[in-house]
Protein backbone atom coordinates (compact mmCIF):
# COMPACT_ATOMS: atom_id res chain seq x y z
CA UNK A 1 0.00 0.00 0.00
CA UNK A 2 3.27 2.14 0.94
CA UNK A 3 4.08 1.94 -2.65
CA UNK A 4 0.84 2.75 -4.37
CA UNK A 5 0.39 6.17 -2.00
CA UNK A 6 4.13 7.00 -2.60
CA UNK A 7 3.45 6.77 -6.81
CA UNK A 8 0.01 8.87 -6.29
CA UNK A 9 2.64 11.75 -4.35
CA UNK A 10 4.65 11.77 -6.78
CA UNK A 11 1.91 12.10 -9.65
CA UNK A 12 -0.17 14.76 -7.51
CA UNK A 13 3.40 16.63 -7.08
CA UNK A 14 3.77 16.91 -10.61
CA UNK A 15 0.76 17.72 -10.93
CA UNK A 16 1.18 21.16 -8.88
CA UNK A 17 4.13 21.29 -10.63
CA UNK A 18 2.76 21.72 -14.03
CA UNK A 19 -0.06 23.86 -12.19
CA UNK A 20 2.79 25.87 -11.02
CA UNK A 21 4.33 26.37 -14.23
CA UNK A 22 1.08 27.53 -16.27
CA UNK A 23 -0.10 29.49 -13.28
CA UNK A 24 3.62 31.45 -12.82
CA UNK A 25 4.16 31.68 -16.52
CA UNK A 26 3.19 34.85 -16.45
CA UNK A 27 6.15 35.98 -14.12
CA UNK A 28 8.68 35.69 -16.34
CA UNK A 29 6.77 36.83 -19.51
CA UNK A 30 4.26 39.08 -18.73
CA UNK A 31 6.48 42.50 -18.97
CA UNK A 32 7.65 41.44 -22.10
CA UNK A 33 4.28 40.62 -24.05
CA UNK A 34 2.77 43.73 -22.55
CA UNK A 35 5.72 46.01 -23.92
CA UNK A 36 5.86 43.77 -27.23
CA UNK A 37 8.95 43.03 -27.25
CA UNK A 38 8.29 39.37 -27.30
CA UNK A 39 5.08 37.75 -29.25
CA UNK A 40 3.11 35.53 -26.78
CA UNK A 41 4.31 32.16 -28.11
CA UNK A 42 7.78 32.87 -28.43
CA UNK A 43 7.61 34.52 -25.28
CA UNK A 44 6.30 31.12 -23.82
CA UNK A 45 9.19 29.09 -25.61
CA UNK A 46 11.56 31.14 -24.07
CA UNK A 47 10.12 30.73 -20.43
CA UNK A 48 9.63 26.87 -20.98
CA UNK A 49 13.49 25.99 -22.21
CA UNK A 50 14.84 28.37 -19.46
CA UNK A 51 12.41 26.78 -16.55
CA UNK A 52 13.88 23.68 -17.83
CA UNK A 53 17.46 24.34 -17.77
CA UNK A 54 17.23 26.53 -14.51
CA UNK A 55 15.62 23.23 -12.78
CA UNK A 56 19.27 22.09 -13.15
CA UNK A 57 21.22 24.48 -10.98
CA UNK A 58 20.86 24.08 -7.63
CA UNK A 59 18.49 21.71 -4.59
CA UNK A 60 19.50 23.70 -1.78
CA UNK A 61 15.68 25.49 -1.94
CA UNK A 62 14.73 21.83 -2.45
CA UNK A 63 16.47 20.77 0.71
CA UNK A 64 14.81 23.76 2.38
CA UNK A 65 11.20 22.19 1.28
CA UNK A 66 11.68 18.79 2.53
CA UNK A 67 12.79 20.21 5.79
CA UNK A 68 9.95 22.37 6.42
CA UNK A 69 7.92 19.36 8.41
CA UNK A 70 8.36 15.65 9.86
CA UNK A 71 5.66 13.35 8.58
CA UNK A 72 7.50 10.27 9.96
CA UNK A 73 6.87 7.21 8.16
CA UNK A 74 4.69 5.05 6.43
CA UNK A 75 1.02 5.79 4.98
CA UNK A 76 0.23 8.17 7.50
CA UNK A 77 3.17 10.39 6.87
CA UNK A 78 2.59 10.07 2.83
CA UNK A 79 -1.00 11.30 3.22
CA UNK A 80 0.27 13.84 4.89
CA UNK A 81 2.58 15.17 1.81
CA UNK A 82 -0.77 14.51 -0.55
CA UNK A 83 -2.77 16.39 1.68
CA UNK A 84 -0.37 19.40 1.48
CA UNK A 85 -0.07 19.02 -2.02
CA UNK A 86 -3.67 18.82 -2.80
CA UNK A 87 -4.19 21.68 -0.74
CA UNK A 88 -1.70 24.04 -2.77
CA UNK A 89 -3.09 22.85 -5.98
CA UNK A 90 -6.85 23.83 -4.75
CA UNK A 91 -5.78 27.25 -3.93
CA UNK A 92 -3.66 27.65 -6.92
CA UNK A 93 -6.42 26.78 -9.06
CA UNK A 94 -8.61 29.05 -7.45
CA UNK A 95 -6.19 31.90 -7.32
CA UNK A 96 -5.50 31.00 -11.25
CA UNK A 97 -9.41 31.39 -11.93
CA UNK A 98 -10.01 34.92 -10.37
CA UNK A 99 -6.60 35.95 -12.30
CA UNK A 100 -4.15 36.45 -9.27
CA UNK A 101 -0.93 36.19 -8.99
CA UNK A 102 -0.57 34.84 -5.58
CA UNK A 103 2.37 32.25 -4.34
CA UNK A 104 2.48 28.56 -5.41
CA UNK A 105 5.49 28.31 -2.99
CA UNK A 106 3.52 29.88 -0.25
CA UNK A 107 0.46 27.45 -1.06
CA UNK A 108 2.75 24.78 -0.68
CA UNK A 109 4.70 25.41 2.34
CA UNK A 110 1.04 26.62 3.68
CA UNK A 111 -0.24 23.47 2.56
CA UNK A 112 2.42 20.90 4.03
CA UNK A 113 2.17 23.08 7.53
CA UNK A 114 -1.59 22.96 7.42
CA UNK A 115 -1.68 19.36 7.09
CA UNK A 116 1.37 18.73 9.29
CA UNK A 117 -0.63 20.72 12.21
CA UNK A 118 -4.27 18.71 11.28
CA UNK A 119 -2.60 15.33 11.74
CA UNK A 120 -0.23 16.08 14.72
CA UNK A 121 3.14 16.02 13.91
CA UNK A 122 6.07 17.93 13.87
CA UNK A 123 6.73 21.21 11.84
CA UNK A 124 10.26 22.68 11.79
CA UNK A 125 9.08 26.63 12.76
CA UNK A 126 12.35 27.80 13.01
CA UNK A 127 12.75 26.93 9.05
CA UNK A 128 9.45 27.94 8.18
CA UNK A 129 10.03 31.48 9.79
CA UNK A 130 13.77 31.83 9.10
CA UNK A 131 13.38 30.63 5.28
CA UNK A 132 9.98 31.06 4.52
CA UNK A 133 8.24 33.73 6.43
CA UNK A 134 11.07 36.36 6.72
CA UNK A 135 12.27 36.05 2.93
CA UNK A 136 8.14 36.29 2.25
CA UNK A 137 8.20 39.78 4.03
CA UNK A 138 11.72 41.29 2.81
CA UNK A 139 12.12 40.19 -0.96
CA UNK A 140 8.97 42.20 -2.19
CA UNK A 141 9.98 45.01 -0.30
CA UNK A 142 13.46 44.71 -1.89
CA UNK A 143 12.32 44.10 -5.29
CA UNK A 144 9.81 47.23 -5.06
CA UNK A 145 12.90 49.69 -3.90
CA UNK A 146 15.41 48.17 -5.91
CA UNK A 147 12.79 48.55 -9.38
CA UNK A 148 12.39 51.88 -8.59
CA UNK A 149 16.04 52.46 -8.09
CA UNK A 150 16.73 50.82 -10.83
CA UNK A 151 14.21 52.66 -12.93
CA UNK A 152 15.55 55.79 -12.10
CA UNK A 153 18.70 55.25 -12.97
CA UNK A 154 18.19 54.31 -16.07
CA UNK A 155 16.05 57.87 -16.75
CA UNK A 156 18.71 59.36 -16.00
CA UNK A 157 21.43 57.36 -17.90
CA UNK A 158 19.63 57.63 -20.64
CA UNK A 159 17.95 61.04 -20.54
CA UNK A 160 19.60 62.15 -23.27
CA UNK A 161 18.37 59.82 -25.67
CA UNK A 162 15.79 59.70 -28.29
CA UNK A 163 12.71 57.66 -26.76
CA UNK A 164 11.93 55.55 -30.15
CA UNK A 165 15.44 54.42 -30.24
CA UNK A 166 15.54 53.94 -26.57
CA UNK A 167 11.99 51.82 -26.42
CA UNK A 168 13.21 49.80 -29.32
CA UNK A 169 17.25 48.94 -28.06
CA UNK A 170 15.23 48.24 -24.34
CA UNK A 171 12.30 45.76 -26.45
CA UNK A 172 15.66 43.59 -27.46
CA UNK A 173 17.41 43.90 -23.81
CA UNK A 174 14.36 42.29 -22.67
CA UNK A 175 14.81 39.19 -24.84
CA UNK A 176 18.05 38.72 -22.35
CA UNK A 177 15.89 40.02 -18.96
CA UNK A 178 12.98 37.55 -19.74
CA UNK A 179 15.26 34.62 -20.10
CA UNK A 180 17.11 35.28 -16.87
CA UNK A 181 13.70 35.52 -14.88
CA UNK A 182 12.79 32.45 -16.56
CA UNK A 183 15.65 30.56 -15.26
CA UNK A 184 15.29 32.14 -12.02
CA UNK A 185 12.25 30.21 -11.83
CA UNK A 186 12.78 27.66 -12.80
CA UNK A 187 15.55 27.22 -10.45
CA UNK A 188 13.44 28.29 -7.30
CA UNK A 189 10.13 26.72 -8.35
CA UNK A 190 10.70 23.82 -9.93
CA UNK A 191 13.32 22.65 -6.48
CA UNK A 192 10.29 23.24 -4.38
CA UNK A 193 8.62 20.41 -6.24
CA UNK A 194 11.58 18.27 -6.07
CA UNK A 195 11.73 19.03 -2.20
CA UNK A 196 8.21 17.64 -1.78
CA UNK A 197 9.28 14.39 -3.82
CA UNK A 198 11.98 13.90 -1.57
CA UNK A 199 10.04 14.28 1.31
CA UNK A 200 8.12 11.44 0.08
CA UNK A 201 10.31 9.22 -0.80
CA UNK A 202 11.83 9.88 2.37
CA UNK A 203 8.89 9.24 4.51
CA UNK A 204 8.42 6.02 2.23
CA UNK A 205 12.04 5.35 3.65
CA UNK A 206 12.98 4.80 -0.37
CA UNK A 207 16.02 7.49 0.59
CA UNK A 208 17.85 8.35 3.79
CA UNK A 209 17.86 12.32 4.61
CA UNK A 210 21.77 12.56 3.56
CA UNK A 211 21.05 11.24 0.17
CA UNK A 212 21.43 13.59 -3.10
CA UNK A 213 18.21 14.31 -5.26
CA UNK A 214 17.57 11.40 -7.33
CA UNK A 215 18.12 12.33 -11.17
CA UNK A 216 15.09 10.96 -12.41
CA UNK A 217 13.03 13.44 -9.73
CA UNK A 218 15.26 16.25 -11.35
CA UNK A 219 13.90 16.09 -14.72
CA UNK A 220 10.21 14.25 -13.79
CA UNK A 221 10.17 18.16 -12.08
CA UNK A 222 11.43 20.41 -14.71
CA UNK A 223 9.75 18.62 -17.53
CA UNK A 224 6.53 19.59 -15.60
CA UNK A 225 7.26 22.86 -14.68
CA UNK A 226 8.44 23.45 -18.37
CA UNK A 227 5.32 21.57 -19.79
CA UNK A 228 2.64 23.83 -17.63
CA UNK A 229 4.47 26.70 -18.85
CA UNK A 230 4.17 26.22 -22.26
CA UNK A 231 0.55 25.68 -21.48
CA UNK A 232 0.18 29.28 -20.12
CA UNK A 233 -1.22 31.33 -17.74
CA UNK A 234 -3.32 34.14 -19.56
CA UNK A 235 -5.05 35.16 -17.17
CA UNK A 236 -2.63 36.01 -14.76
CA UNK A 237 -0.39 37.68 -17.14
CA UNK A 238 -3.34 40.52 -18.17
CA UNK A 239 -3.06 41.24 -14.75
CA UNK A 240 0.72 41.20 -14.29
CA UNK A 241 1.38 42.85 -17.82
CA UNK A 242 -1.57 45.31 -17.75
CA UNK A 243 -3.74 45.62 -14.82
CA UNK A 244 -1.38 47.06 -12.71
CA UNK A 245 0.51 49.68 -14.74
CA UNK A 246 0.70 50.02 -18.46
CA UNK A 247 4.82 49.28 -18.99
CA UNK A 248 6.91 50.32 -21.30
CA UNK A 249 10.37 48.38 -22.24
CA UNK A 250 12.84 50.19 -19.88
CA UNK A 251 10.39 49.84 -16.93
CA UNK A 252 9.93 46.08 -18.42
CA UNK A 253 13.42 45.40 -18.59
CA UNK A 254 14.31 47.49 -15.24
CA UNK A 255 11.14 44.39 -13.09
CA UNK A 256 12.35 41.93 -14.94
CA UNK A 257 16.23 42.26 -14.12
CA UNK A 258 15.66 42.96 -10.38
CA UNK A 259 13.48 40.76 -10.03
CA UNK A 260 16.03 37.93 -11.51
CA UNK A 261 18.37 38.79 -9.50
CA UNK A 262 16.23 38.83 -5.95
CA UNK A 263 15.67 35.06 -7.22
CA UNK A 264 19.61 34.09 -7.93
CA UNK A 265 20.43 35.58 -4.18
CA UNK A 266 17.53 34.20 -2.16
CA UNK A 267 18.18 30.79 -3.82
CA UNK A 268 22.31 30.48 -3.76
CA UNK A 269 22.94 32.70 -0.40
CA UNK A 270 19.93 32.23 1.81
CA UNK A 271 18.72 28.98 0.55
CA UNK A 272 14.78 30.56 0.48
CA UNK A 273 12.29 29.49 -1.42
CA UNK A 274 10.83 32.61 -1.86
CA UNK A 275 7.92 33.80 -4.43
CA UNK A 276 8.52 34.45 -8.17
CA UNK A 277 5.21 35.80 -8.36
CA UNK A 278 5.88 37.99 -5.31
CA UNK A 279 8.99 39.40 -6.34
CA UNK A 280 8.04 40.13 -9.91
CA UNK A 281 5.27 41.83 -9.12
CA UNK A 282 6.72 44.27 -6.58
CA UNK A 283 9.51 45.12 -8.95
CA UNK A 284 7.12 45.78 -11.78
CA UNK A 285 5.34 48.35 -8.88
CA UNK A 286 8.62 49.73 -8.24
CA UNK A 287 9.79 50.39 -11.77
CA UNK A 288 5.88 51.37 -12.46
CA UNK A 289 5.85 54.37 -9.57
CA UNK A 290 9.09 56.03 -11.23
CA UNK A 291 6.19 57.68 -13.44
CA UNK A 292 3.78 58.83 -10.64
CA UNK A 293 2.97 56.54 -8.15
CA UNK A 294 -0.82 57.14 -9.35
CA UNK A 295 0.20 55.35 -12.27
CA UNK A 296 0.04 52.04 -10.50
CA UNK A 297 -3.51 50.92 -10.27
CA UNK A 298 -3.46 50.58 -6.33
CA UNK A 299 -7.04 49.13 -6.10
CA UNK A 300 -5.69 46.39 -8.19
CA UNK A 301 -3.03 46.05 -6.60
CA UNK A 302 -4.66 45.79 -2.78
CA UNK A 303 -6.96 42.49 -4.84
CA UNK A 304 -3.25 41.11 -5.44
CA UNK A 305 -2.19 41.59 -1.52
CA UNK A 306 -5.24 40.26 -0.25
CA UNK A 307 -4.88 36.99 -2.29
CA UNK A 308 -1.40 36.68 -0.76
CA UNK A 309 -2.28 37.47 3.12
CA UNK A 310 -5.10 34.68 2.50
CA UNK A 311 -2.78 32.15 0.61
CA UNK A 312 -0.95 30.58 3.84
CA UNK A 313 -4.12 30.18 6.04
CA UNK A 314 -6.34 29.00 3.21
CA UNK A 315 -3.70 26.38 1.34
CA UNK A 316 -3.50 25.16 4.84
CA UNK A 317 -7.23 25.11 6.06
CA UNK A 318 -7.77 23.29 2.30
CA UNK A 319 -4.88 20.85 2.86
CA UNK A 320 -6.33 20.34 6.48
CA UNK A 321 -9.75 19.60 4.88
CA UNK A 322 -7.68 16.95 2.52
CA UNK A 323 -6.05 15.40 4.87
CA UNK A 324 -9.05 14.44 6.84
CA UNK A 325 -10.61 13.35 4.17
CA UNK A 326 -8.07 11.02 2.40
CA UNK A 327 -7.74 9.67 6.00
CA UNK A 328 -10.92 8.63 5.96
CA UNK A 329 -10.36 7.40 2.48
CA UNK A 330 -7.25 5.36 3.32
CA UNK A 331 -9.01 4.12 6.69
CA UNK A 332 -6.00 5.34 8.87
CA UNK A 333 -6.14 4.95 12.35
Known amino acids: MDLAIIIAVVVVALAFDYTNGFHDAANAIATSVSTRALTPRVALALAAVMNFVGAFLGQKVATTVSDTIDPGTGAHGLVIVMAGLLGA ?15 SSHALIGGLVGAAIAAGVTVSWDTVIQKVVIPMLLSPIVAFA ?44 AQKTMGVIFLA ?16 VIVAAATAISAGTWAGGWRIMRTLGRRIIELDPPRGFAAES ?6 YTTAYVFEA ?52 ACRFVFQLP
Open 89 to 103: ITWNMITWYFGLPSS
Open 146 to 189: AGFVVMIAIMWGFRKRNPHRLNRGFRLAQTASAAGMALGHGLQD
Open 201 to 216: LLTGEYVSSGDPLPIW
Open 258 to 263: VAASVL
Open 273 to 324: PISTTHTITSAVMGAGATKRFSAVRWGVVRSILTAWVLTFPMAGSAAALVYF
